[in-house]
């Protein structure tokens, strides 16, 4: 055998040599001793590989105590059940409080277009006696509607940069 076993240590390893291929390495190995250094950092290197796989092997058991630590945190809670009537009674009084602001806003809301739509009907009829005036209330509402569509597309532009 001539040279170093860098590429026959990891088959000797592994016992997938012939017992004459073996003895021939073991041979040099006792008169090698940069071979001897290669063969411990393989067998330190495999080591560690083997411990790594079986600490990755470990979430079986890593859920198991996850489970258990989030069972004994809900414990103390499940004990004094009359807590969760504390968010829920808010939330019905919110419920309640905003079904009741919801009413006056709709009656709000309702005399608020009803006047719109008189002033609209009222604007109406006094713009179409005015041919002139017409036309310049279609060109402002037409400036006032593409300014304010192109203001909203400025503004969605800056939030979603
Ligand atoms: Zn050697």
């Known amino acids: 055998m001539t040279g170093h076993l860098e590429e026959q240590l990891s088959a000797y390893m592994d016992e997938e040599l012939s017992d004459d291929e073996r003895r021939q390495i073991e041979a040099h190995l006792e008169i090698c001793e940069s071979c001897q250094v290669l063969l411990e950092e393989l067998l330190t ?16 058991d890593f859920e198991i105590r996850v489970m258990q630590v989030i069972a004994d945190r809900q414990e103390p809670a499940a004990a004094g059940k009359g807590w969760i009537f504390v968010p829920l009674l808010s939330f019905m009084a919110l419920g309640l409080l905003w079904f009741a602001a919801g009413a006056i806003l709709m009656k709000l809301i309702n005399g608020f277009l009803k006047l719109v739509v008189a002033l609209v009907y009222m604007a109406s009829h006094f713009v179409s006696g005015v041919p002139v005036l017409s036309g310049a209330v279609v060109v402002l509402s037409l400036i006032i509607l593409s300014t304010s569509v192109y203001s909203l597309r400025r503004l969605l532009q800056a939030s979603t940069s």
Do not use: K
């Open 45 to 60: 290197l495999q080591s560690n590989i083997t411990r790594t796989y079986e600490e990755i092997q470990g979430p079986a």
